[in-house]
């Protein structure tokens, strides 16, 4: 295999089932052993020295796509705050000029846990 997944079981994730938790998720890879690693930076200087010409801002970022990847999730919330955490209630506390006590209400009820999800190249 090319791409193996190696990231740790989501189940072992704690947050509080009453309140909601934002899962901010980060995306991360390492490779199997050394020779994949090194034939993995040679190929990318070896695209940099060729293209480099081609544009005066060129950059190298090493990053991997994931079909529906999103960075940052809201989890874990029971019942009792979906009428709060509704777009109505946002919306309702901007037109009122409170969306700023809202947000720095909300984040104070609101956990925070990182998730890395790790793909192994090799």
């Known amino acids: 295999k090319v791409c193996v997944d190696t990231s740790p079981d989501p189940k072992i994730i704690q947050w509080h089932p009453r309140h909601p938790t934002r899962l901010n998720v980060t995306k991360e890879y390492n ?26 801002h060129c950059d190298v970022l090493p990053r991997f796509n994931l079909k529906g990847f999103l960075p940052s999730i809201l989890v874990g919330a029971d ?41 192994q190249i090799g």
């Not at 979906?82 to 969306?99: G, H, P």
């Open 79 to 119: 019942d009792s705050y979906e009428c709060i955490m509704s777009s109505f209630a946002f919306w309702t506390f901007s037109v009122l000029l409170l969306s700023w006590p809202y947000r720095v209400w909300m984040h104070s009820h609101t956990g925070e846990v990182s998730f890395p999800v790790k793909k």
């Open 31 to 56: 490779f199997s052993h050394d020779g994949v690693k090194q034939a993995y930076k040679q190929a990318e200087a070896d695209a940099y020295t060729e293209n480099k010409h081609r544009d005066v």
